[in-house]
């Protein structure tokens, strides 16, 4: 499967925006400064493909991007305090939209920071991807930004904090050293075959 020819496609800002499903979709969702868009740019190894802002809360569209088989969906960040109420609601109802119409969604890579617990946010989408059946793995970036027992030990965290979800995919990841790249390529490969 070819991760590199990729092109940007569209940026729904609205439910009536989103475009056709017409193709396997796999979703990025995460807390605002996260580390999505640098997740993204990793895997499809391009250097600004998603754009990674210096303002947390700076996406506030759906983005696809497209590649043969696929597409990649970029969801907006959530959980930044610094934006306004009815801005937290707009992306939420378009979030809802997204997973609310019949899409081909394949997997959804929930981002969560391995330095630091899973936030109310992320815990939340955690259960709603759980009650709904979505097929999900869990990525934990910023990987290079802790030694390796301190990485050790939040790996360690994070299986038995996420243990009751069953044959969840937990993966350490670093855009820094591009560790955790090809297993994350590897899994959202055998979700699209299956």
Known sequence: MNFNEVSFEFAAGDVSQLPESSLPEVVFSGKSNVGKSSLINKLVQRKSLARVSATPGKTAT????????????DF????????????????ADLVEGYFNQQRNVRLIIQIIDIRHAPSKDDLQMLEYLSHFQFPFAVVLTKLDKLNKSKAK?????????L????????????????????????TIEEYLES
């Not at 030990?153 to 038995?160: D, G, K, L």
Request: no cysteine; proline share 3%; hydrophobic share 30%.
């Open 62 to 73: 759906i983005n696809f991007f497209r590649l043969n088989e696929f597409r990649l969906v």
């Open 76 to 91: 907006p960040g959530y959980g930044y305090a610094k934006v306004s109420k009815g801005e937290k609601r707009r992306w």
């Open 153 to 161: 030990e939040q790996i360690e965290y994070f299986n038995t904090l």
């Open 163 to 186: 243990s009751k979800y069953e044959d969840i995919k937990i993966i350490p990841f670093s855009s820094v050293t591009g560790e955790g790249t090809g297993e994350i390529r590897k």
